[in-house]
């Protein structure tokens, strides 16, 4: 029985950005040729075109999956916590440490930004800015921070936190540079809280 169409493009948009992400995961954007993902997916190069345009289309998509990925490791990290605000600190500090992660790192951090541009000007950016602002406003209506404006905030704390990511992917010593990150961090988020006597 024949499978149906969509199914069908479901199927090859799926195979090429799995042979994608492990191309880009493993030799990196720059050294990885078309050939290689449409070899590894049995597909042909008019399929690659076909579905993505060009390869920084298949990257874009690559992103997007391990972006979707990540976002559903973090909604998990900050259900965990045992308060909102603990879930919110767990969550952004879980985010920067991603950044330790080989394939993470490789692809979101290091070829993505050198391909794609400047990491503040993605389309799922503003989605991340978007949930940072929903949980600092939540925060502040029980009085956990501050009076602050929460779209500022949001996209201040999601700059630094791209930035910390960046920041270890590309360091000679990402351990050390992701603790330093983390601590840093975890100080300047302190400062939304409102103190109790």
């Known amino acids: 029985m024949n499978k149906p169409r969509k199914e069908m493009i479901a199927e090859t948009r799926a195979k090429l950005i799995a042979a994608a992400r492990h191309a880009f995961g493993t030799v990196g954007y720059a050294d990885s040729s078309m050939d290689d993902f449409t070899g590894e997916a049995g597909l042909t190069r008019g399929a690659l075109y076909h579905h993505f345009g060009d390869k920084k289309g298949l990257l ?45 790192q490789r692809i979101m951090f290091r070829d993505g930004p050198a391909v794609l541009g400047d990491i503040s000007q993605w389309p799922m950016t503003q989605g991340c800015i978007t949930a940072l602002a929903g949980s600092l ?37 990402p351990q050390e540079t992701s603790q330093k990150a983390v601590d840093g961090f975890q100080a300047l988020l302190e400062g939304l809280r409102v103190k109790r006597d």
């Open 60 to 104: 874009q998509a690559v992103i997007r999956e391990i972006d979707a990925e990540m976002t559903a490791r973090l909604n998990k990290v900050s259900s965990e916590a045992p308060t909102r605000w603990q879930g919110f600190v767990d969550e952004c500090v879980a985010y920067i440490r991603m950044a330790l992660e080989p394939e993470i």
């Open 137 to 173: 406003d939540r925060l502040k209506a029980e009085g956990v921070v501050i009076d602050i404006d929460t779209e500022a905030a949001a996209r201040l704390i999601n700059g630094a936190s791209s930035q910390a990511a960046l920041w270890i992917a590309n360091s000679d010593d």
